[in-house]
């Protein structure tokens, strides 16, 4: 048995949530009257609620009291909800399920290290919550991505050394989290945006049972 494990991300990695993390700050973005782009976007993602609604007030250049953000990342959150709660199998991304079914098959472990605090349900609706060997999402850390944190506690969680553990990440503050906690980054996307990753794949398409025979070897 190999000694390596796989820790996923789950917004943009698993599922292709990420569009409505991004329609739903667009939405709140709009109602405070600036508008909201998808290459500021990727400053949001893999990043907190809390911090994203920061990030997405200095764009617009709007102070808020504390109250007025509560209401708003609650606002945004039910917004959110409301579009994975018709969320099923279908959004799973492509070559997701095939690599999943593999490393179920060779027994390589694999954790869910997640910003989210939906994450649970999420991985409910896609019918994953149980093939996870563990999770580790936004409720479960007190400091976020690009802090190394969440996959520590995934590789403790596993009972893996970080530099057994290979990370899949869609997000620029989450390629930094798994270069800090000493594991190999996989990044999915824009290799202009997810610099210093140990490779890059334009998309989970590019994550084939060849590659996940490399990375485990
Ligand atoms: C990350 C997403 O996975 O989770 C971010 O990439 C998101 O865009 C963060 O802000 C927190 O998610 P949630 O579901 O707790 O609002
Ligand atoms: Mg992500």
Known sequence: MSKKAIIFDLDGVIVDTAKYHFLAWKELAESLGFDFTEEQNEL???VSRVRSLEI???IGNVELSQAEKNKYLNEKNEQ????IAEMDTREILPG???LLAFLKAERIPFALGSASKNARLILENLKLLEDFNAIVDGNDVS???PDPEVFLIAAEKLGKNPEDCIVIEDAFAGVQAA?????TSVAIGDPEVLIGADF???STKELTID???QLIK
């Open 179 to 183: 270069n800090s906690a000493g594991m």
């Open 44 to 46: 949001l993602k893999g």
């Open 200 to 202: 890059n794949l334009k």
């Open 56 to 58: 997405l007030l200095d």
């Open 143 to 145: 400091t976020a991505k």
């Open 96 to 98: 997701i399920p095939e």
């Open 80 to 83: 959110y909800l409301s579009y």
């Open 211 to 213: 590659l996940a025979r």
